[in-house]
């Protein structure tokens, strides 16, 4: 994939997170469960405007050239906030178990952002 069509998958995926953050948050406050807003937070911002930003860096470092690996870093990206958002729901309901399994997470989702953002950086240096 070119950065032109790279950039266009992650803004996509960044408007769904950016609904989907919409509708959790509407889900929440119908419902008063105002103590999973942790969840709905890192939907909109890890999912929303992280990808987002993502999609800014692929568009500025432009270019004809293909960027390896696009798509994987892309599914696996979502993957691991979907996952993220998920498991935040279990802790904050109450199963601890979750935890660690979400701090795994977590470190696994900086290995996949570094990953992605590593030739972004080389072709804006």
Do not use: C, E
Not at 15 to 31: F, K, N
Not at 51 to 56: E, F, H, I, Q, T
Not at 110 to 125: F, K
């Amino acid at each position: 994939m070119d950065s032109s069509s790279v950039s266009t998958l992650w803004l996509r995926g960044s408007l769904v997170w950016l609904l989907a953050a919409m509708g959790i948050g509407l889900y929440l406050g119908i419902t008063q469960q105002f103590h999973f807003s942790s969840a709905h937070a890192h939907a909109g911002l890890l999912g929303g405007v992280w990808a987002g930003l993502l999609s800014y860096g692929y568009w500025r470092a432009g270019g004809d050239k293909p960027v390896a690996g696009a798509g994987i870093a892309w599914l696996l990206f979502n993957i691991s906030v979907a996952f993220h958002v998920f498991a935040l729901f279990k802790v904050m309901a109450g199963n601890p178990a979750w935890g660690m399994i979400l701090g795994v997470n977590g470190m696994a989702m900086t290995a996949i952002t570094l990953w992605i953002v590593t030739p972004i950086w080389r072709r804006l240096v």
